[in-house]
């Protein structure tokens, strides 16, 4: 499929995070004019890129409207988002509220200011619940096991109506376990900043369960890149949630200690193991299939994982090296 749609101004939901930051650089890189919006709850200003203009506003604030009328924005790129599983099991309502109701309020904006195309940002970690078949692909059984995977799920759903019903142009990513520069050591999905950093202050690292348990992690460069090709390509006709859904992962599945000898390997040093109890509901196997990305937006992943981690790890050194210098009197 060739490229067909050329995004001019384009709104970054959650640009102050991870992943949408990088992803507004891109945009940027690609010559469009980016705004920026996000709430700072789980982002840093810093983070935004100088070049795009910065909104710090919640999802569901009725300003949105007119960052939407101000912006006339052809694309909307969609990353923010309340992410973290526990969070979502402690309390369902306050993922509901950010997960569906803040996206809601993002796409009936979208809907009155004609935006022609949204990039959802979904996660094949947890629609497909336990996976039956690995690597999982998109039309696996979707059956979330947690209400953050219900919620990203229900985002999927809304998108294919408002397609189907408003003629909004779509496409949803579902990641894997992404890392990468940026990523603060926090959640299941920051492990490697976890492992990372841990590993390079000569402290120990926490394994739950036997490490056995497999993850597809694939690199943010990567998924940029999945990104611009969602932004531009000419897409399938949108007749079913899976017509519209792509897998952004590598297909490859790496436990969790063997990650930790490769990062162990990296840093030239080794720490101690402390193995804990496997967490309630953790998956066994999460690894996905991205034949379809590979057919229909000609992607594949490009940044093996022993060179994403050695850079990772030299950007949490770093990282580590200027807040030391910072701390020295
Ligand atoms: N990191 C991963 O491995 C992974 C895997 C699958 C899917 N995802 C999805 O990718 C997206 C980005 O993830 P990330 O790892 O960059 O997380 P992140 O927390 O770094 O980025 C999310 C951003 O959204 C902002 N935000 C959260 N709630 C908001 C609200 N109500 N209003 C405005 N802004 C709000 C936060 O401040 C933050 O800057 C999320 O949608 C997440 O579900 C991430």
Redesign the pocket.
């Known amino acids: 499929m060739s490229e067909s749609f050329c995004p001019r101004r384009v709104l970054v939901?959650?640009g102050?995070?991870?992943?949408?930051s990088h992803v507004a650089d891109r945009y940027l890189a690609e010559g469009c004019e980016v705004t920026v919006?996000?709430?700072?709850?789980?982002?840093k200003r810093d983070r935004v890129p100088e070049a795009a203009e910065f909104v710090q506003?919640?999802?569901?604030s009725h300003e949105v409207d007119s960052v939407f009328e101000r912006g006339g924005f052809d694309l909307v790129n969609h990353?923010?988002?309340?992410?973290d599983v526990r969070v979502s099991v402690a309390d369902p309502a306050l993922d509901a509220r950010?997960n569906v109701l803040?996206l809601l309020n993002v796409l009936e904006c979208a809907r009155r200011h004609e935006t022609r195309r949204v990039v959802y940002?979904?996660?094949g970690?947890v629609v497909y619940g336990e996976p039956t078949v690995i690597p999982t692909p998109e039309n696996h059984p979707l059956r979330p096991l947690s209400p953050y995977g219900v919620t990203?799920l229900i985002g999927e759903q809304y998108l294919h109506y408002y397609a189907r019903v408003h003629g909004m142009d779509y496409a949803a990513l579902r990641?894997?376990?992404?890392y990468g520069p940026r990523q603060?050591p926090h959640g299941e999905?920051g492990v490697i900043a976890i492992f990372a950093a841990r590993i390079l202050e000569g402290e120990s690292i926490t394994i739950f369960g036997d490490g056995k348990q497999e993850r597809d992690y694939v690199h943010v460069a990567d998924v940029v890149e999945a990104n611009w090709r969602a932004s531009t390509r000419s897409l399938p006709a949108p007749d079913t949630i899976v017509a519209r859904a792509w897998n952004i992962g590598t297909g490859r599945g790496t436990s969790v200690g063997k990650l930790a000898d490769v990062l162990m390997a990296g840093a030239g040093c080794e720490v101690e193991r402390v193995f804990e109890a496997a967490r309630a509901g953790e998956l066994a196997r999460s690894v996905l299939d991205t034949a379809k990305a590979e057919q229909e937006l000609e992607w594949r992943p490009a940044v093996p994982l022993e060179d994403g981690l050695e850079q990772t790890m030299r950007y949490i050194e770093r990282r580590i090296n200027s807040q030391r210098a910072a701390d020295s009197p």
């Open positions: 939901t959650g102050a995070g991870f992943i949408g919006l996000d709430d700072l709850s789980n982002g506003l919640e999802l569901n990353h923010a988002a309340q992410m950010t803040g940002i979904s996660s970690g990203k990641y894997s376990n992404v603060e999905a």
